[in-house]
């Protein structure tokens, strides 16, 4: 019996991983010849292969939960035209488990990735932002929106953050709506709210001298630190530890980033466990309805059904931050509804 227990693991494994290496590539592919529209002189192709090998292995974690569900139909359903889940059934093993064994090969897949996003894929995702940043500069479109932020008589700009670190920088001083003086950079570093700016500075006056021009002050709120768009890049323990920082904030303008801090946090902590019962949900149709359907169906039906939980998921989750309700209860019934008809299925089986 151990046999084919072990049977199922290592090909329910073999598939996912499989699966999921071929979506990274297409993504990677995809991303690249997207990427050439941006090249000229200073952005080559190097670069933008550089980057895309940099972006697109973090960004795997689109494909994860497909590839998973692929990889347990497609086992299951081989293995019940092979007679191998009768043999199991014979002996009295329950549907629930052999779905269970199945899928134990997809959740070391699903550790081993996202233990690798959170060590290391997700910093070469951040490096590769920041070095095209640094290579395009201000004259190239890059995947940061740059946003302006006032305080007192100062704006300040940057494409993006990563430890306190801000990169292409620009920085205005005025005075009765006339510029004072101006100052460009590459990368500034900010402590408290002091703004240091590197050697790359290049400062312009116009009415007024800067009294250290590689030093401003400069009050930076922490809802501009970290765009909507990139809170998903962000590891656990650094979304956690904003979350820590400003949970206890009553301000408006904090209301709706505590709320996608939340979801971020959520979303990453339960990715295994709302895997799980997708494929409990849709395992229970090889011992059911699709038990004699072809190996395409079953495709074209986790494929469908993946993408139907996955706007469902989206939707929940906005629908309890646009109603100020728990965002964790937005993240969590999906895949709560998914469990408990998963029970009722195999209860009939």
Known sequence: MKIFYAYLFKRSFIISALIFILFVLLDLIFSLISELEDLDNKYTFFHALKYVLGTTPSNGITFLEGACLLGVMISLGISHQEGNLNVLRSTGVAPLKIVFISFAGPL???FLYLASNEFYLKDFYSNSQIQKTLISGSDKKTNNKINWIKDRDSFLSYS????????????????????????????????????????????????AESEDIYTEIFNLPLVTKIPFKNIDNLKIIEVKNIYSLIKKSDLEQDILFKAHIEKALYKNIFYPFSIMCLILFFGSFIFGSLRDASPASRIVLSVIGAFIYKVAQDFSISFSIATNLSVFMGVITPAMLLLLVSIFFYRRI
């Open 108 to 110: 070391l897949l699903i």
């Open 160 to 207: 993006l953050m990563k430890n306190s670190v801000i990169y292409n920088v620009k920085f205005l001083r005025f005075d009765e709506e006339k510029v004072l003086y101006y100052k460009m950079s590459d990368s500034a570093f900010i402590k408290d709210n002091t703004i240091t700016f590197d050697k790359s500075l290049k400062y312009h006056s116009y009415n």
